[in-house]
């Protein structure tokens, strides 16, 4: 079991901006797949980013392409999502998951029944 804890979320107006940071508890970032998702008030979660282990390629959701931007750091064993021009629609719990498998499609990665491993979540909401 992959221990991840999220931090960083809070309120902030329509415009502005938040990072994310979600930590691991081994090496897992620069090796597994590593997405973000969320979930609003009375709706199902959903998937909003990916970065690959190998290569780091990144999936981003429409929504979010644009504004929000996925990173990591290895060392430390930490990703990030940077959020900015943030809009009310945003507001959500922000979970860290982590997928061992292999995709050899992007798409794949939005898929959230192929993540193992899940965070707590951490509360983000824009107010208007």
């Known amino acids: 079991q992959v221990q991840l804890v999220e931090s960083g979320g809070g309120l902030v107006q329509a415009g502005g901006s938040l990072r994310l940071s979600c930590a691991t508890s081994r090496r897992i970032v620069g090796i597994y797949t590593m997405g973000w998702f969320r979930q609003a008030p009375g709706k199902e979660r959903e998937f909003v980013v990916a970065?690959?282990?190998?290569?780091?390629?990144?999936y981003y959701t429409d929504s979010v392409k644009g504004r929000f931007t996925i990173s990591r750091d290895n060392a430390k064993n930490t990703i990030y999502l940077q959020m900015n021009s943030l809009k009310p629609e945003d507001t959500a719990v922000y979970y860290c998951a982590v997928a061992r498998s292999a995709f050899t499609a992007d798409q794949t990665m939005g898929v959230q029944e192929n993540y193992d491993d899940w965070g707590r979540g951490t509360q983000v909401t824009v107010s208007s």
């Open positions: 970065i690959a282990g190998n290569g780091g390629r990144t």
